[in-house]
């Protein structure tokens, strides 16, 4: 983290910037809930994973979001090949109708891409975990469409690249070499 700092400093072009530091690893859903303490707006925010791109248009996410009136709206994308993804169902109007562990198959899936809507108010509940390790695709999801919070998916076509295992790192440097 203090790379992080000394590189970006306080500011990032025009943008104000505030840290998170964990004190120890608290998975992606603790590290989350312990950002959200940093939020001084009220508007719907935007979370990255940070082992994956997805070039997801944000001003299209927060739109579907901001139209169907969802507490979360979670970017999919489709994949061919499923060995390490939860599976992830939405209906006709782009609500999320199930959440579902690791799907192995060859058949299409849609996928959680890593980029998400949030409304601040939707994490409340959980302030008392900010402090526990705890993974928010694993956990956080499937406990958010347990107790009927609205969720919805936004299916995206555009580059999705999981980078999250050293393989796959190997193949977007690739490509980002070659594209070069």
């Known amino acids: 983290h203090n790379l992080i700092l000394e590189y970006f400093g306080q500011k990032y ?13 608290l998975g992606t859903g603790g590290g989350l809930l ?8 009220h508007e719907p925010f935007l979370v990255l994973n940070g082992d994956s791109f997805f070039a997801v248009e944000k001003n299209d996410l927060l739109k579907h979001h901001l139209e169907l009136e969802a507490d979360m709206t979670l970017s999919l994308v489709e994949v061919s090949e499923n060995n390490r993804f939860g599976r992830i169902t939405q209906n006709e109007e782009g609500w999320i109708t199930s959440i579902e562990s690791t799907s192995h198959g060859s058949k299409n899936f849609l996928v959680n891409g890593g980029v998400y809507i949030l409304t601040q108010n939707l994490l409340k509940t959980f302030k008392n975990r900010n402090s526990t390790n705890f993974s928010l695709e694993d956990e956080l999801l499937p406990e958010l469409f347990k107790d009927k919070k609205r969720l919805a998916g936004f299916l995206s076509k555009t580059t999705f690249i999981d980078i999250g295992l050293p393989q796959d790192y190997k193949k977007a440097l690739e490509s980002y070499h070659q594209a070069a």
């Open 13 to 25: 072009k025009s943008a104000d910037v505030s840290y998170s530091v964990e004190p120890k690893p």
């Open 34 to 41: 312990l950002s959200v303490e940093k939020l001084e707006s």
